[in-house]
């Protein structure tokens, strides 16, 4: 008994040890200043997908001529926020990095790890004015810079099958009376009217971002990020609230739209197969119903913006989604210089070209020339239009808040929508945030 | 000769220590365990204490996440819905398994060959199965969009019943082939003079099931049965490809709203005592369960024989 608890003790005092020496090397990687990053290079983190030809490409040009070589890391797919979020504080942080501007940023904002870009601008005012200002403004916080956009944009729109329509004889709403009348033709056709992928959850929030943006403005949900909460309780919420409700209990979206995703193709299938007319999507969808019938996605798949509501405070022209992404700075980086100056490429020609051809939408002042060597030149007009004319460009609520309300936050969506939640419910939910 | 060997080398240390190696033998072990479980334990819960987003230093709170973690109506509903897991992965699985590993343990061919086809779930990772099954059970063009008059809309991720009835089953496809090893391995250590003697005194089938089988079971079925809860409460990777939790937080059990804490909320501090929750309950539970069923004195089934 005697000799096993004095081992015991040893044991323990042998893990205490251990624990305290990981304790100081956290420690010690913890400090980095610009005196400990590499020398002579700067790294640009991107996340890994199909873009990254383009990224290749321009970073190439760019070692061309500087003295200062720029490495791309490529970091694969969907844990890119939180791999991020480990590396960002400490000795392997890229000097400039990949991000959906607004929220995505605004903690790093917050702990002090990201450089203004004033600085860059005021050397470089193009930095600003070449990008539409709706885009460009994404990534402003606190009234400061901190991105520049770095990929393509992606409007949220009212997609639909062309054939079904045709057949029903509805042509696409531009008013929200009309999208309530084809509902309920649709309806009686036994034609599942809109297609929802609600299993993902951010699928149905983008229904609660254009309802909103067109009863109550863009004023409120502006309001609401930046701390008022009151806002949510307001007469132009519920009545946005009471809009979304009608559309539900109209039957717009069938009944089991909570076992649907549009992420394992299920709802782009009902559209593209006709089981339904519409679905309100990015403008990603193209390429996912291209990859899938190239047939369907050239003569069949029909796009409109998000219908007006009459007597709502929003302009039908204000679009949602994803204005673009960012490329930030952080503030640690050995050579910022260097950093304008790859930032700088993100309006040429080149990159413009280079992003056309493989179906991205620049949002420079530029992109207007070379819209007709995209893919589907139409189709690159339209979004190009919709998002030049937009009064206000909505960034995805769930990408605008920080990533602490994001599950919260698409929880109550769905709950509002399956009925879970009441309206008083949803209201509560959205101020706890 | 080689007979002879052992005999004389425990003839030789005698004493109490017959068969005992030294505390050396458990450094290794040792040394990992607490490298790998108590080090990041220690660490767990001192991070419970401190607000901490990965970015700049944790910041000691006090109990400030633990009196959240009272108030969090979420947390209380995921203890009911993990418990609710645990239970009906429990009544599930354990006849299922014990009925199939039973009739497995025979030596007959066809039972050798299906059997082994019956393992394959075993081979498979959970998350292969998970996207299997979720795309199995799509609404509109999976096994419920052939069978309106069985599923209905086909609504199964959309209400709290069904999404828990296909967690469940889920879980019951992966996890059932693995206890019916267990199963088979202890029927057939049964010795077969237990059920010549049961048939000299008359016992059918069905009588030597309850009576010998069952009783000669026991130490498996808390073996089998203590896997089960572990399993079940931490339980994480079918939540996350199956339901995300959801539809709103009815399926959003303790380990998978400590994951959404840490690493979609990227509040360490809250996720380390949800962590430190779940690490004492788990515990308690396993020491239950022992505690209860006698594991712990060892006592051999077969006794007496």
């Known amino acids: 008994m005697n000799t096993h608890s004095r081992w015991l003790t040893r044991s323990l005092a042998g893990a205490a040890v251990i624990a305290v020496g990981l304790a100081m090397a956290g420690c010690s990687t913890g400090s980095s200043g610009a005196s400990s990053r590499p020398e002579n290079v700067i790294h640009v983190a991107v996340y890994g997908d199909a873009t990254n030809k383009v990224e290749e490409q321009i970073v190439a040009t760019f070692n061309k001529t500087s003295d200062v070589k720029v490495i791309l890391d490529k970091i694969p797919g969907a844990d890119y926020q939180q791999k991020l979020q480990t590396i960002i504080s400490t000795k392997a942080a890229p000097d400039v990095f990949f991000n959906w501007g607004g929220g995505s940023i605004q903690d790093f904002v917050k702990a002090g790890l990201l450089l203004p870009l004033d600085d860059f601008i005021a050397e470089d005012p193009g930095l600003k004015d070449n990008f539409l200002p709706a885009v460009f403004n994404t990534a402003v916080i606190d009234g400061k810079p901190y991105g520049v956009p770095m990929r393509g944009t992606q409007p949220v729109m009212l997609f639909n099958n062309k054939t079904v329509l045709a057949a029903n004889n509805i042509t696409p709403p531009t008013t929200w009376e009309e999208l309530l009348a084809d509902v309920k033709i649709l309806k009686a056709k036994g034609i599942t009217p809109i297609a929802l992928g609600g299993a993902d959850q951010w699928t149905t929030l983008m229904w609660y971002e254009y309802i909103y943006d067109r009863v109550a403005g863009p004023g409120l949900f502006e309001k609401a990020i930046s701390g008022d909460k009151s806002v949510w309780d307001s007469a132009a919420s519920k009545k946005a609230l009471g809009y979304i409700k009608d559309l539900i209990d109209a039957g717009a979206f069938g009944t089991n739209f909570d076992s649907v995703k549009f992420t394992d193709g299920g709802s782009p299938t009902l559209l593209r197969t006709g089981r339904a007319a519409f679905e309100l999507m990015g403008s990603w969808n193209y390429s996912t119903q291209q990859s899938a019938d190239p047939d369907f996605a050239a003569k069949d798949l029909g796009y409109t913006a998000f219908p007006a509501i009459s007597g709502g405070e929003g302009d039908a022209g204000n679009v949602v989604g994803n204005p673009n992404n960012f490329y930030s700075v952080i503030k640690a980086t050995r050579y910022p210089d260097t950093a304008r100056d790859f930032l700088k490429l993100m309006y040429s020609d080149e990159f413009v070209k280079a992003s056309m051809a493989i179906g991205n939408l620049p949002t420079t002042t530029n992109t207007e020339q070379f819209l007709d060597t995209a893919a589907d030149p139409a189709y690159a007009t339209f979004q190009f239009d919709l998002v030049k004319a937009a009064p206000s460009f909505q960034l995805s609520w769930d990408q605008a808040y920080p990533p602490a309300a994001g599950t919260p936050l698409k929880t109550a969506v769905q709950q509002f929508f399956n009925g879970q939640l009441d309206e008083a419910g949803f209201i509560q939910a959205m101020q706890a945030l | ?305």
């Not at chain 2, 987003?53 to 109990?63: C, I, K």
């Not at chain 2, 995921?78 to 645990?86: A, D």
């Not at chain 2, 799509?138 to 969009?145: L, M, Q």
């Not at chain 2, 996720?271 to 505690?291: E, G």
Request: charged residues 10%; hydrophobic residues 50%; without cysteine.
């Open chain 2, 1 to 305: 000769m080689t007979t002879l060997a052992p005999r004389k080398r425990s003839a030789r240390s005698g004493g109490p220590s017959v068969g005992r190696p030294g505390a050396v033998w458990a450094v290794p072990a040792t040394i990992f365990f607490a490298l790998f479980a108590l080090v990041p334990l220690i660490f767990v819960g001192v991070l419970s204490f401190t607000s901490w987003s990965g970015l700049a230093d944790p910041v000691f709170v006090g109990f400030d996440n633990w009196v959240k973690l009272i108030a969090d109506p979420i947390l209380t509903k995921s203890f009911g819905l993990t418990g609710l897991f645990v239970i009906l992965g429990l009544i599930t699985q354990t006849p299922l398994s014990i009925l199939l590993g039973v009739w497995a343990a025979g030596h007959q061919k066809n039972r050798a060959v299906l059997s082994a086809i019956y393992f394959v779930p075993l081979l498979l990772s959970s998350a292969a199965i998970s996207i299997l099954w979720r795309a199995l059970l799509d609404p509109n063009f999976g096994i419920p969009g052939q069978l309106p008059w069985l599923f209905g809309d086909g609504n199964l991720f959309g209400k709290q019943a069904s999404a828990i009835a296909v967690l469940t089953f889920v879980s019951m496809w992966q996890f059932t082939p693995f206890h019916t090893l267990i199963y088979q391995g202890a029927a057939r250590a049964i010795p077969p003079v237990l059920y010549q003697a049961a048939q000299i005194d008359g016992a059918g089938t069905v009588r030597q099931f309850f009576s010998v089988t069952l009783p000669q079971l026991r130490n498996s079925i808390i073996t089998s049965g203590i896997l089960m809860v572990v399993g079940g409460l931490t339980t994480f990777d079918t939540v996350l490809i199956l339901t995300n939790g959801g539809p709103g937080t009815d399926t959003t059990i303790t380990a998978f709203y400590m994951y959404q804490k840490a690493f979609r909320a990227f509040d360490f501090g809250q996720a380390s005592a949800i962590a430190v929750v779940l690490v004492v309950i788990a515990t308690a539970i396993s020491l239950l369960v022992v505690r209860l069923s006698g594991y712990d004195k060892m006592q051999s089934a077969q006794e007496g024989i």
